[in-house]
């Protein structure tokens, strides 16, 4: 990470920029979420699913799994090259993208399943790896369009009710619900000649998942990508009128990339040393044990690899409360 003079910090702006922004979009299919997401200038699309074929003009990758992401392209948004060409990053749609990290952590488990991880880890794995990602993309500079179909859930009030949510699987959703700036929902409605006229929701109603951190953001408008610019714009301004310090500019304190390389190498050079430390406690069989039930069977720590990064970080942790 590059270094950082705390004492000369600037306080925090808000941004009429909607390139550093966060924003969850859901609905019903073919309604327009890919089209709108498809606006954003230098925008980088990750089609987990293909729904751009009928979209021109855009830059898409099409990601058949999470190690393809992660080893293609998450390395390369690590670049400055990246930063300079794209300001955003789709995630078209990002219940599938969860779904293939937790296909990546089984396979690198060697399991079927996550439940068959003793001790529920193999859930903080996934948890953990998502997460960081997207931290990271952050982190980076880059803005996060997630894109999500809709569901609608049964719910009890005393009467049975229902209520349209993002059809996120629910450790996923409270990633990106951390995350985001703008959870919008797309309605869509009829008139008697059967003309749809789509809006965009960003506050909860009593059927309806949305909301907004910003404070004088409409709850309604027409759904579109400069309706939505002038929304974000207006409630901005707004804030500036009750005494928010707004600017043009992104406030941001950008990460230098590390390689998946330098991390593997990083974090095994932390293990070692944890493990000597353990050593020189004659806590030998102990951290046996650790490496043991982390990685599933008896083995040397030299001989993890790149891959199994993130057990490495698990055998740390516990070589930690050991010592």
């Not at 390139?19 to 925008?43: C, D, H, M, Q």
């Not at 190690?67 to 955003?88: C, G, H, M, T, V």
């Amino acid at each position: 990470m590059a270094g950082i003079d705390i004492l000369s910090l600037e306080p925090t702006t808000i941004s009429r920029d909607l390139k550093n922004k966060y924003l969850l979009i859901y609905s019903l299919p073919k309604v327009g979420k890919t089209s709108f997401a498809a606006e954003f200038p230098r925008n980088l699309m990750l089609a987990f699913e293909k729904g751009y074929n009928a979209i021109a003009g855009i830059k898409v990758v099409d990601v058949p799994t999470w190690k393809y992401f992660k080893n293609e392209i998450f390395k390369q948004l690590r670049s400055p090259a990246a930063k300079e060409a794209y300001d955003s990053v789709t995630f078209d749609t990002v219940g599938i993208a969860w779904g293939l990290c937790e296909k990546y952590i089984c396979n690198r488990e060697g399991v079927d399943d996550l439940l068959e991880i003793p001790w529920g880890k193999g859930f903080a794995m996934c948890t953990r790896e998502f997460e960081e990602t997207l931290r990271e993309l952050t982190l980076l500079g880059y803005g996060l369009i997630f894109i999500s179909h809709s569901e609608e859930k049964a719910i009890k009030t005393g009467s049975e009710e229902t209520i349209i949510r993002p059809a996120i699987p629910k450790r996923a959703y409270e990633i990106v619900n951390r995350i985001v700036d703008i959870i919008g929902y797309i309605g869509v409605d009829y008139d008697e000649e059967g003309n749809a006229t789509r809006t965009l929701y960003t506050r909860s109603t009593p059927g309806i998942v949305a909301g907004s951190r910003f404070k004088y953001m409409k709850s309604k408008i027409p759904f579109g990508y400069d309706e939505l610019v002038t929304a974000l714009t207006n409630a901005i301004e707004e804030a500036g009128r009750h005494g928010a310090k707004i600017s043009d500019e992104q406030h941001h304190q950008y990460i230098e990339g590390v390689s998946q390389e330098e991390e593997f190498q990083e974090v095994m050079e932390k293990a070692k040393k944890d493990w000597f430390k353990a050593m020189d406690k004659d806590l030998a069989d102990e951290a046996v044990a650790v490496i043991e039930k982390h990685f599933g069977r008896k083995m040397k720590l030299s001989e993890a690899t790149e891959d199994q990064t993130e057990l490495v970080k698990l055998v740390t942790l516990d070589l930690e409360s050991l010592i």
